[in-house]
């Protein structure tokens, strides 16, 4: 991004019509002036005279942009951005967009006993559990992940197998977060969130308590908690790429956008097929 004398006075989620002309040189001053008076951009005044825009914003300048560059007349485009903005959350990259992050597997934990001492299964051979309680608290587990595959109707199945591990082992890390993404899918966010909290406090190496947690955060405003989150969920497994994206993000919309540019870059070697790879491009240069 290019800065002027006056933008070093300003948080840096403000980008000025200098800025804008810079990263889209199709979009004139005139251009910008029927965003704002369509209601498509809603500029801040950082000084006498001197507009600025934020990084949601410059989603709706890039569209425009693209659209202008296709020839596509300038009243069809504000139309087509003028629908899009009634129906498309995501023109705000709300995370809740995003599946949240699922555990797959059982992980081992520390009281596991040696295989030595476990006790031994039917033949002889010993069990990868330590105990029988633990053992069908692991069933459960299964049971709920087997069913929780997308389907709605399953949904509730699901979450009582979980609940069923949990009440056998309260302390079940995997079954903890993945009923606090079905909670998270359903828009009961404090109840999804008091569990992810709960996750991360029994293990704080949970990469997907630290991501889901992050994407509340993110999609409630919460800014600072969100980077937070989602620079413990990066530490923890950098190689997932919308850990990167959002943490870049939230970056941007704070106002650090030299630490947001690996991000992007990240974000665009790790998915060089992914849906905001353009605009990762362009916020990386």
Known sequence: MTSSPSDDARPRQFYS???????????????????????????????????????????????????????????????????????????????????????????????????????????????????????????????????????EKKMEEAAAAYRKALVIDPDLVPAIVNLANIHYARDELIEAQALYERAIGLDGDCFEAHFNLANIHHDLGRYPDALICYRDAVALNPGYPDAHFYLAVTLEKTGHSPEAKPHWKAYQELAPNGEWVELAREFSE
């Open 17 to 151: 019509v200098r800025d804008v002309r810079n990263l889209y040189p199709a979009i004139t001053d005139n251009h910008l002036r029927y965003l704002e008076k369509w209601g498509l951009v809603r500029p801040s005044v950082a000084s006498p005279g001197e507009r600025c825009y934020t990084f949601t914003d410059l989603t709706t300048i890039k569209q425009l942009a693209a659209e202008l560059e296709r020839k596509v007349p300038l009243k069809t485009a504000l139309h087509a951005l003028h629908a899009a903005h009634a129906g498309q959350l995501e023109l705000d990259f709300h995370a809740s967009g995003t599946a949240p992050a699922k555990v797959l597997a059982l992980r081992a934990r520390q009281q596991l006993k040696p295989a030595a001492d476990r006790a031994p299964a039917a033949g002889g051979i010993p069990s990868p559990f330590p105990d029988p309680q633990t053992a069908l608290a692991a069933k459960y587990f299964l049971e709920g992940s087997r069913l929780d595959d997308g389907d």
